[in-house]
């Protein structure tokens, strides 16, 4: 059964995932220790990713994929023909910059999905992005959760903007579409729905 979740309309279902992920290749780079522990040098801006992992990116000839973020912006201009007819959409990284992404596509509504890939749930980042993509920058098409997304996530992740959800392999999709309806009237404003909630209800005097 597929693990994806998309909401049409408010209403979470079940759908049947049709784009693919295109994936970096593994790094050759020796793993870089700081007491003992794999750092995550990503979080200082250090390149984390090699031109020989971007060139040697596999993106399918045909049907609809989602590429990371350096292979789109390296590999652009042999993809503009794609791009143009909707079959290619991006991913990024928490740690990486909308704005590179907003340079080297500025109309971001001709992408048909964005994706944001969480690596591992360490922090809020996942939320900020989302929250831009749709305030800031104003995308309106599909946003969409990948990598470590867990049940307890969804609820808030839909609440920030994101329309679709890729749960883990190892989850089910079917428990999960319970945590959308976790809350019945969220008291902040967030993107889903601006006002808080003292102002959407008229209270006696």
């Not at 050759?28 to 990503?42: D, I, P, S």
């Not at 989602?66 to 789109?72: A, E, G, Q």
Request: aromatic share 8%; charged share 20%; hydrophobic share 45%.
């Amino acid at each position: 059964m597929s693990n994806l979740i998309q909401l049409n309309n408010n209403t979470a279902q079940i759908a049947e995932n049709a784009w693919v992920t295109a994936q970096l290749p593994a790094s050759n780079v020796e793993e870089r220790k700081q007491a003992g522990k794999v750092v995550l040098f990503k979080l200082t801006g250090e390149e984390t990713i090699t031109d020989t992992q971007i060139a040697d990116t596999v993106i399918p000839a045909s049907g609809k994929v989602i590429v990371p973020l350096s292979v789109f912006i390296a590999r652009k201009e042999l993809l503009l023909s794609r791009i143009t007819n909707g079959e290619i959409g991006v991913w990024l990284d928490t740690h990486e910059l909308l704005a590179d992404l907003v340079s080297c596509q500025p109309d971001l509504n001709a992408l048909p999905i964005i994706a944001v890939h969480l690596e591992r749930f360490a922090d809020g980042r996942i939320f900020s992005l989302s929250t831009l993509l749709r305030t800031r920058y104003g995308f309106k098409n599909e946003l969409r959760a990948i990598g470590d997304v867990l049940r307890d996530q969804l609820f808030f992740l839909k609440r920030s903007g994101f329309s679709s959800f890729l749960l883990r392999a190892d989850r089910s999709a079917t428990e999960a579409l319970a945590s959308l309806s976790d809350f019945t009237v969220p008291y902040q404003g967030a993107v889903d729905e601006p006002r808080p909630v003292f102002t959407r209800y008229n209270r006696p005097i």
